[in-house]
């Protein structure tokens, strides 16, 4: 069993269906059932609505015990080692929906209709849903189904609720004795019997509240730091309230599977404490001594909760072409150590990749902010086209790139990357054999992913172009004024076939003893001079092919 799992994807994707999926089945907590009607049917585009929908569950991976709770669910299967296994299938279906557009439910276990889940299984499944917009308070609040209120009674034998229930008869015994209770009790008695006359007027008392032991949990309220916890902060308080609800899950013995269900956990808390609670959901899958394994199931659109996430837990909900799609990432067959090494690479920047419907990928800095600002020069909107540009730190597609495709994240993506052939400075129009890399980049294309390939760098193809000399120079000049000035006339004493190669040079392979110009400051130099300043520039064609490509309709 899984037991964090982390769906992400961006909005509206079909996050929050996948957990109304998982209420049809699993025991929905405080907030009841979840009610199935004819509006949740599946509807074309041609406007035919589905005449029902069914929900498969598989529960895998169980323990002997566990295989006699689900017994009248059990289907063999064989494990990659070539030994059976027994998975526990179980069914819901809605369909027929009468006047009022209720539909009606069947359950069933295995592949038979006629084999009903029987209602004791059904609450052998325990589950608590958090909704996204939720009130943490509220389930702390004092009352006979609060969450607090059930861990206290799970937490509690006969001799000790004896105890409890003792000593507050004891203590009501005492508060009766008191002036101001007895003085209360005078007040109260004398004004109900002059309203209703000795014969119809009750026996009244003061004090505490029958004192049996369910009442007493019931009445308990959690305090902060001497505060009353509505008094707490939200964040705060929905820790609070997932503390409570775990302990009461993980204790429950009764139960045959638990699960924890929370939308959007991020919710109210700063990216510190999103680290801390995923943390601690992760630490779930190991339960100390007399507890039980709960299954944990959150929703996000947190790019910083995806990064801080071990991607094995991560599914991706997203929208394709024609349906809604999902990539579990620990399906795909990285290369050895690939997946190790996008874990470390991935960021909040490039957790976007979860969530962006278009994504380019660059090598660096300097493509992020140049990508932009050549967008910019032909009019692009990058992030009206939800298009998200990502570095992946150098050559490192490797890495990211079996998350995209035909067989995988089914969006398109744009790679752009340097041909960087050996040995050779381009004359515009010519396209030299590219390197090995370049190479390994280009046989990754297929319908949703598009290599663009550089004559050689982005900034030699920019220097191919006379006016975008000019503009390169000025933006140097900010940076290294010296240079640029000793380079402008480099350049224009250079024969109009080496001005590329001479400003190239000048600024990326300055040779021994002088330090290259930085590429990402540089590009951002750039970038400015040209959205800010309004300095001229002319987009070199696979760029230009690149950002049509991606935002193309």
Not at 78 to 98: C, F, I, M, Q, W
Not at 236 to 248: G, P, Q, T, W
Not at 462 to 469: E, H, K, P, S, V
Request: net charge negative; charged share 25%; glycine share 6%.
């Amino acid at each position: 069993m899984l037991t964090l799992n982390v769906l992400v994807g961006p909005n509206n994707a079909g996050k929050t269906a996948v957990v109304d999926a998982l209420r049809v089945l699993l025991s929905a907590g405080d907030e009841g059932a979840l009610r199935v009607s004819s509006y949740d049917l599946h509807v074309t585009d041609a406007g035919a609505q589905s005449a029902q929908a069914t929900f498969s569950y598989v529960f895998a991976g169980l323990s002997k015990s566990e295989e006699a709770d689900f017994l009248t669910a059990l289907k063999p299967t064989t494990n990659a080692k070539g030994e059976t296994e027994y998975e526990a299938h179980l069914t819901v279906r809605y369909s027929n929906p009468d006047d009022s557009g209720r539909l009606r439910v069947r359950r069933w276990c295995g592949d038979h209709e006629d084999n009903p889940i029987a209602s004791e299984m059904l609450e052998d499944l325990r589950a608590v849903y958090l909704p996204p917009l939720r009130d943490p308070a509220q389930g702390l609040r004092p009352s006979r189904s609060s969450q607090l209120a059930r861990l206290v009674q799970r937490l509690s034998d006969d001799a000790s609720r004896q105890e409890v229930v003792e000593t507050l008869t004891k203590l009501d015994t005492e508060l009766r004795a008191k002036k101001p209770i007895t003085d209360t009790q005078a007040a109260i008695t004398k004004r109900h019997t002059d309203m209703l006359g000795k014969v119809l007027s009750q026996k009244l008392a003061v004090g505490l509240s029958p004192s049996d032991f369910q009442r007493v949990a019931a009445r308990l309220a959690l305090a902060v730091a001497d505060f009353d916890v509505e008094q707490n902060g939200l964040g705060f308080n929905n820790l609070i309230y997932m503390a409570v609800v775990l302990s009461e899950l993980s204790l429950n013995k009764e139960a045959a599977y638990r699960a924890l269900i929370v939308e959007e956990p991020e919710a109210h808390l700063h990216p510190q404490l999103q680290a801390v609670l995923l943390q601690y959901l992760k630490s779930v899958e190991t339960p100390a001594v007399n507890e039980n394994p709960v299954q944990v199931f959150v929703t996000s659109h947190s790019p910083n909760f995806a990064a801080l996430a071990d991607i094995d837990s991560i599914s991706c909900i997203y929208e394709a072409s024609e349906a809604v799609g999902c990539l579990a990432p620990r399906e795909i067959a990285f290369e050895k150590r690939k997946k190790e090494k996008l874990q470390r690479y991935l960021n909040v920047t490039r957790a976007e990749i979860f969530f962006a419907r278009r994504i380019i990928l660059v090598e660096g800095t300097a493509e992020l902010f140049l990508v932009e600002a050549m967008a910019h020069k032909l009019g692009i909107d990058l992030r009206k086209h939800s298009v998200s540009v990502i570095s992946t730190d150098g050559l490192n597609f490797d890495a990211f790139l079996p998350l995209f495709g035909e067989t995988a994240l089914k969006v398109p993506v744009a790679v752009v990357t340097d041909g960087d052939p050996t040995g050779i400075y381009p004359q515009p129009g010519e396209h030299h054999e590219p390197s090995a890399t370049a190479k390994s980049i280009q046989a990754q294309s297929d319908t949703f992913v598009r290599p663009f390939l550089a004559a050689k760098t982005l900034e030699y193809d920019l220097a191919m172009t006379a006016t975008n000399r000019a503009t390169m120079l000025e933006a140097l000049k900010d940076l290294h004024p010296g240079i640029a000035k000793d380079l402008a006339a480099d350049v224009e004493a250079a024969k109009d076939e080496d001005k590329a190669k001479v400003l190239f040079k000048g600024m990326f392979e300055r040779g021994e003893g002088k330090a290259n110009v930085q590429k990402g400051a540089y590009g951002q130099a750039l970038a400015q001079a040209i959205v800010s300043d309004g300095l001229d520039i002319e987009v070199p064609d696979y760029l230009a092919d690149a950002l049509n490509f991606i935002t193309a309709e």
